[in-house]
């Protein structure tokens, strides 16, 4: 089975800090994600790669950047929290092409006080 | 512009009272439909991957069906270990570069 794996399930940050959020998948996929989900809100994509060193943004990368370094590492990045980033953040992978769903992390709980 | 829609919001049935959750949608060039799982405080789980009209899947008590416009999930004599939130998602267009439009969720409630 494909694992998606991120690195903290809970995470308390205060304004301000820089905060790294890791995702690490095994299955050699070509694509990975980064969301955030928020009561009535749904499912919102932040960025995105289709490769390594390659990145695109999302609906609502303001805020937010990301690093892909190695195939299987994805990395989200608060330059500098603010409590309106308080969120569960959802990463996920996916085959390149033809019709494939997405591999879910666990999710990371942040709150930013 | 591609569009998922799902109803209801919530459901709240009684253990083996069946019941259908609904999916419709809008997108150019259907390359598949999903249906995930979410419990609360987790991410979303893979169920099922419908790819054309008139296509089914089934897993347990789970099955789910797909049509030009919608796909529904239905549900036959569910347990209360059911309950969980139900996300439907499409990927379309004609890039293999085409990203998944995930619906709002609908929220099902078994009681015992």
């Known amino acids: 089975d494909v694992k998606v794996t991120q690195s903290s399930r809970y995470l308390v940050k205060r304004t301000g800090e820089k905060v790294f959020l890791e995702c690490v998948q095994d299955?050699?996929?070509?694509?990975m994600f980064w969301y955030r989900q928020d009561p009535g809100l749904g499912l919102r994509l932040i960025y995105f790669?289709?490769?390594?060193?390659?990145?695109e943004k999302g609906d609502i990368p303001e805020g937010y950047s990301v690093s892909r370094e190695k195939k299987e590492r994805f990395s989200l990045i608060l330059e500098s929290a603010s409590t309106n980033q308080t969120s569960m953040y959802l990463c996920?992978?996916?085959?390149?092409?033809?019709?494939?769903?997405?591999?879910f992390g666990s999710g990371t709980r942040l709150t930013v006080v | 512009e591609d569009q998922v829609t799902q109803s209801p919001e919530a459901l709240r049935l009684q253990e083996g009272e069946s019941s259908s959750l609904n999916c419709s949608y809008t997108?150019?060039?259907?390359?598949?439909l999903f249906w995930y799982r979410q419990d609360p405080g987790k991410g979303p789980e893979f169920l099922f991957t419908?790819?054309?009209a008139g296509e089914e899947k089934e897993k347990e008590r789970l099955k789910a069906t797909l049509t030009k416009k919608e796909s529904f999930l239905h549900i036959t004599a569910p347990k209360p270990e059911d309950s969980a939130t139900y996300l439907c998602?499409?990927?379309?267009?004609?890039?293999?570069?085409?990203?998944?439009?995930f619906g709002s969720g609908t929220r099902l409630s078994i009681r015992p």
């Open positions: 996920a992978s996916s085959q390149g092409t033809g019709s494939y769903g997405y591999t």
């Open positions: 299955m050699d996929h070509e694509n």
């Open positions: 790669s289709y490769d390594v060193k390659m990145k």
């Open positions: 997108v150019s060039g259907l390359r598949g």
């Open positions: 419908l790819y054309s």
């Open positions: 998602a499409v990927r379309g267009g004609y890039s293999s570069a085409s990203k998944i439009i």
